[in-house]
């Protein structure tokens, strides 16, 4: 196994940035695994992990094995039982990768922490959302959130709530709305969209895990 680290540039830079950076790593064809480390400043490192297996997806490397050294625990780190710090970097280094189902979106962004459906401006959100077959709800609400699983069918979605509970499980979240804008990693996209789908991809990726 040949691994290089990545630190991806801060958040806010240009895509074309993050880009060079891991067209670079890769381009040794011994390279095997790259271990993302966002730097312990950046305030969403799961902007940084999801940014880097976004441009391997387009790119068509998800050959390569990811790992991931988060500065703090991170909703990513949560949901696929990642360690952050130093016991991360040990992992990163001597772990074992394993497939996992890969969310993405319709702007060809991945998921790997949570997204969320809302409203424009504050408001409550006006539309629909589907669960595969299964309508989530269908009127006003006060968001939508998404996240991706490690396991299959992929991704669940519920009513952003602060109640615990509700989740529907399924391989797509679909949203249509007249106000509908969309928030991933913790990062707001303010411009209104008709649609929004979070989706699992037809390929897997490779996770370094416990």
């Known amino acids: ?12 830079s240009e895509a074309a940035a993050l880009t060079r950076v891991v067209t670079a790593a ?32 387009r790119h068509e490397r998800l050959d390569l ?42 702007a060809a962004t991945v998921l790997v922490g949570r997204a969320r ?3 424009a401006e504050g408001a409550k959100l006006h539309g629909e959302t589907y669960v595969d077959s299964e309508r ?20 669940r979605a519920r009513r952003d709530r602060r109640l615990p509970g509700g989740w529907v ?3 797509a979240a679909q949203t249509g ?8 990693e913790g990062v707001l996209t303010e411009r209104v969209v008709k649609r929004s789908t979070f989706y699992r991809h037809h390929l897997n990726w490779k996770l370094v895990c416990p």
């Open 136 to 155: 989530l709800f269908d009127g006003d609400v006060r968001g939508v959130v998404i996240e991706p699983l490690p396991e299959l069918p992929g991704v």
């Open 169 to 171: 499980t399924g391989r």
């Open 65 to 106: 094995e990811i790992a991931y050294v988060a500065p703090v625990a991170t909703r990513a780190t949560r949901i696929y039982r990642l360690p952050h710090g130093a016991e991360a970097l040990a992992l990163a280094e001597n772990g074992v990768a394993q497939e996992l189902p890969l969310i993405r979106d319709d």
């Open 177 to 184: 709305g007249t106000n509908l804008v969309v928030e991933r």
């Open 117 to 119: 459906h809302l409203g």
């Open 1 to 12: 196994m040949v691994s290089i680290q990545i630190v991806p540039p801060p958040a806010g």
């Open 26 to 57: 890769v381009a040794d064809p011994n390279v095997t695994r790259l271990i993302v480390t966002p730097p312990p400043e950046e305030a969403l490192p799961d902007v940084a992990l999801s940014a880097v297996v976004g441009v391997l997806m």
